[in-house]
């Protein structure tokens, strides 16, 4: 059967695209998202929707949130701090799967950041998704 091999793509609107763009290359090493593919580190994905009512994502009228797996967490929260940008941290968010932290961009959307743990690719790798 036909099916799908991951997430090509995430698209979203912003007030001003460029200066976005530039952010995210600046802050999280995504490389010139505006004018390139971005060729990502082969990994796990989660793809889940949530309750309407989900507080989750933060504001309410919020219908997505990006969720980036990262290699350092410790690191890029450093250089995130050093730089300016407010990091959320909660004990309960660090899980078997791994670490996590939030952020926003400056339009305010909310971006997760994930540290796997070694744990979740094996859950992934025994569930036959590895």
Do not use: C
């Not at 976005?20 to 580190?41: F, M, P, S």
């Not at 990262?70 to 899980?95: F, N």
């Not at 400056?106 to 036959?128: F, H, K, R, T, V």
Request: charged share 30%; net charge negative; proline share 4%.
């Amino acid at each position: 059967m036909a099916r799908v091999t991951g997430i090509g793509g995430v698209f979203f609107r912003a007030q001003d695209p460029k200066l976005l763009a530039e952010w995210y290359e600046r802050h999280l090493g995504i490389d010139d998202i505006a004018k390139t593919v971005w060729r990502q580190d082969a990994g796990l994905t989660v793809f889940s929707p949530f309750a309407q009512d989900t507080d989750y994502f933060g504001r309410d009228e919020q219908q997505w949130m990006v969720n980036f797996r990262v290699d350092d967490l410790d690191g890029l929260i450093a250089g995130l701090k050093a730089a300016g940008i407010a990091v959320e941290t909660r004990g309960e968010w660090d899980s078997e799967v791994g670490r996590f932290a939030r952020i926003h961009d400056p339009e305010g959307n909310p971006i997760e950041l994930w540290e796997p743990s070694a744990g979740s690719s094996a859950m992934a790798d025994e569930a036959g998704e590895g």
